[in-house]
């Protein structure tokens, strides 16, 4: 069962800005590691970004890096993807998971995590 609620999905501009949001249950905690996922149509899912929550200490796939951003808000309980000059290949169900541990060579490996949301869809227009 989904634990997590991302929110901010929906159609962007090439070129444009998108934030997507994950938060968490009411009552609980951001995990030590929260990370970002997504899966295309026909493609495993594969690992966007982490965040150890405790530190601030990001990782993000090559793909991600210098467009993509991972950030939390511990007084809202949110963790955040800012998504600047999407790309076609960008378009994909973005998924949020927690963990409370993971080696750090490990934050792209989806069994590691323990809790998931749903998803929610980004589609990149022209």
């Known amino acids: 069962r989904a634990q997590l609620a991302e929110s901010g999905g929906g159609s962007v501009k090439a070129g444009g800005s998108l934030i997507l949001s994950c938060a968490v249950p009411?009552?609980?905690?951001?995990?030590?590691?929260m990370g970002w996922f997504r899966q295309a149509p026909g493609k495993e899912r594969e690992g966007v970004a982490m965040i150890y929550t405790g530190r601030s200490t990001t990782y993000y796939a090559d793909s991600a890096k210098g467009r993509f951003t991972i950030s939390q808000d511990n007084a809202k309980n949110t963790l955040y993807l800012q998504i600047n000059n999407p790309k076609p290949e960008d378009a994909a169900v973005y998924f949020c998971?927690?963990?409370?541990?993971?080696?750090?060579?490990?934050?792209?490996?989806?069994?590691?995590?323990?809790?998931w949301g749903r998803g929610t869809q980004v589609t990149i227009s022209s």
């Open positions: 009411r009552g609980s905690y951001l995990s030590s590691c």
């Open positions: 998971a927690a963990a409370w541990r993971i080696n750090g060579g490990r934050w792209s490996s989806e069994n590691d995590y323990k809790y």
